[in-house]
Nanobody, 122 residues
Framework: VQLQASGGGLVQAGGSLRLSCAAS????????MGWFRQAPGKEREFVAAIRWSGGSTGYADSVKGRFTISRDNAKNRVYLQMNSLKPEDTAVYYC????????????????WGQGTLVTVSS
């Protein structure tokens, strides 16, 4: 599976962005999908994940209530709607695919996109 993340940019604190991740394969719908982020000088961290069916999701505590993950299997896409953005959300955001059930550890994901930069100014 090849993944292409997009939608990053510069936004003021309190603003919103919607990230999109396009997948190359028709078998996209069989993978659980996740979003991770990595800020400069920090380790990659889990943000959100969604089951292959879209029926279940999981979020990091730091983004609960502000971010929403969703998917459209007909379009081979997964999305991350980010609201009420904070400067500490600044990072490169990556989408990833896995055959496992909603893992939160990055090393349990099999395929990765190239990342899209989100910068939140104060």
């Amino acid at each position: 599976v090849q993944l292409q993340a997009s939608g990053g940019g510069l936004v003021q604190a309190g603003g919103s962005l919607r990230l999109s991740c396009a997948a190359s394969r028709r078998t996209f719908s069989s993978y659980d999908m996740g979003w991770f982020r990595q800020a400069p000088g920090k380790e990659r961290e889990f943000v959100a994940a969604i089951r292959w069916s879209g029926g279940s999701t999981g979020y990091a505590d730091s983004v609960k209530g502000r971010f929403t993950i969703s998917r459209d299997n007909a379009k081979n896409r997964v999305y991350l709607q980010m609201n009420s953005l904070k400067p500490e959300d600044t990072a490169v955001y990556y989408c990833a695919a896995t055959n496992r059930r909603l893992p939160t550890s990055w090393d349990l994901y099999d395929y990765w996109g190239q990342g899209t930069l989100v910068t939140v100014s104060s």
